[in-house]
T-cell receptor, first 113, second 111 residues
Framework: GAGVSQSPSNKVTEKGKDVELRCDPISGHTALYWYRQSLGQGLEFLIY????????KSGLPSDRFSAERTGGSVSTLTIQRTQQEDSAVYLC???????????FGPGTRLTVT | ELKVEQNPLFLSMQEGKNYTIYCNYSTTSDRLYWYRQDPGKSLESLFVLLSNGAVKQEGRLMASLDTKARLSTLHITAAVHDLSATYFC???????????FGKGTKLTVNP
């Protein structure tokens, strides 16, 4: 079956602009996660959804970052007023429940110029 | 705060040799995951270890978990070039579903 999909695959934006990153989880997966991967920081957790609720937003680096999930499916990560330090690969993952492996999407490579 | 440490961070080995990657973590957890990442690609799940003493094997890779020592190992047997990739271990933080990742081990298998 289809895996986790993310769009766009690459995004180049100017500093100060807003961007939206999209994640389509595996059908039926109730849990959805956003992570960020950068050379300096490795893989960092950003936010986790169970259904449409976000019990854990502890990894969002600033209030410029927000995320939502609708219909228990698609999620959007929004970064406002992008900064160069936001440049990274943003990875989405989903899992069928609260225990077990997370299945990762291909990622969105964000470059802020 | 949960910390996950992998070593070595870089590993260059010859085909046919054996080696072990180590993953230590700082607080109690019964769930540990190993992932593989090829350059420019996403993370591929290799193993899920859910209890003390768990051992799983797939091909030339074998992973084990010792929750008392807070240690997992990924053993590579008779390495082949196709195993070249970066390997990450990750631990879920108790009470939360997020994964905390090690920095990764970049493995290069030379002919």
């Amino acid at each position: 079956g289809a895996g986790v999909s993310q769009s766009p695959s690459n995004k180049v934006t100017e500093k100060g602009k807003d961007v939206e990153l999209r994640c389509d989880p595996i059908s039926g997966h109730t849990a959805l996660y956003w992570y960020r991967q950068s050379l300096g920081q490795g893989l960092e957790f950003l936010i986790y959804f169970q259904g449409n609720s976000a019990p854990d937003k502890s990894g969002l680096p600033s209030d410029r970052f927000s995320a939502e999930r609708t219909g228990g499916s698609v999620s959007t990560l929004t970064i406002q007023r992008t900064q160069q330090e936001d440049s990274a690969v943003y990875l989405c993952a989903s899992s069928p429940g609260t225990v077990g492996e997370q299945y990762f999407g291909p990622g969105t490579r964000l470059t802020v110029t | 705060e949960l910390k996950v440490e992998q070593n070595p961070l870089f590993l260059s080995m010859q085909e046919g040799k054996n080696y072990t990657i180590y993953c230590n973590y700082s607080t109690t957890s019964d769930r540990l995951y190993w992932y593989r990442q090829d350059p420019g690609k996403s993370l591929e799940s290799l193993f899920v270890l859910l209890s003390n003493g768990a051992v799983k094997q797939e091909g030339r890779l074998m992973a084990s978990l010792d929750t008392k020592a807070r240690l997992s190992t990924l053993h590579i047997t008779a390495a082949v070039h196709d195993l070249s990739a970066t390997y990450f271990c990750a631990v879920d933080q108790g009470g939360s579903e997020k994964l905390v990742f090690g920095k990764g081990t970049k493995l290069t298998v030379n002919p």
